[in-house]
């Protein structure tokens, strides 16, 4: 019996993935129960699969658990929905929403067929898992999510490559503060190019004074 494999990723959350093996005869449902059990989330929530175009623009609905309108409109039910009767490409994308009261919205596509199952192998199979899912916070029927924090690489400290204790910061800052003033009571103060060009031009005043006309020698003539 020949297996489809999917790679399921959140909307919002490309990074996070999974991909999951099931049975060509197998529904819907299993599919939702198998990959709310990849990321430990109740399967027990109002969700929807719609058949969708490469765009990811959703067509028919095939839902579980869903609200009266939708039964009075006659949508087709996951439990009777074989995955088979709805896949007519080889990439087949499905848009997924999963719990209307706090959807979350999900990425569905066949990305293989295997031709035979494994025998002895439970399916629907977990093949591939990547990334932490979000953690769904109930508190008094209200829904949240936490999203699990991406490991940085830490910063470089120079303090403690430096073997600076917490008690050294203080005398660090005086120092710092220190240096600073010292450089700004330097600019501030007179140089010694500056004396220099004073002295120079004193002398040449009074070289100018030797050279001056004494008009008393035109009484001479």
Request: net charge negative; proline share 4%; no cysteine.
């Amino acid at each position: 019996m020949a297996v489809y494999r999917f790679r399921v990723s959140f909307e919002e959350f490309d990074e996070i993935v999974r991909e999951v093996d099931i049975k060509t005869t197998q529904t819907f449902e299993d599919l939702h129960r198998a990959i709310q059990g990849s990321v430990g989330y109740s399967p027990e929530k109002s969700s929807s699969f719609y058949v969708s175009s490469d765009h990811w623009i959703k067509g028919d609905e095939i839902a579980y658990l869903p609200n009266q309108r939708k039964i009075d409109r006659g949508v087709t039910l996951m439990e009777k929905a074989k995955l088979s009767n709805f896949i007519d490409d080889p990439h087949q994308k499905f848009y997924y929403i999963y719990n209307f009261d706090r959807p979350f919205d999900f990425h569905v596509q066949l990305i293989k067929i295997i031709l035979e199952n494994e025998p002895g192998k439970v399916y629907p199979f977990i093949f591939k898992s990547t990334g932490e899912a979000p953690k769904l916070i109930e508190n008094n029927g209200a829904v949240s999510y936490l999203l699990q924090a991406k490991e940085k690489p830490e910063d470089f400290d120079f303090m403690n490559e430096a073997g600076f204790e917490a008690e050294d910061a203080d005398e660090l800052e005086a120092m710092t503060a220190r240096d600073f003033n010292a450089g700004e009571k330097a600019e501030d103060a007179p140089g010694d190019d500056d004396d220099k060009d004073s002295d120079d031009y004193a002398e040449h005043g009074d070289d100018d004074e030797d050279y001056s006309i004494d008009d008393s020698k035109d009484d001479d003539y």
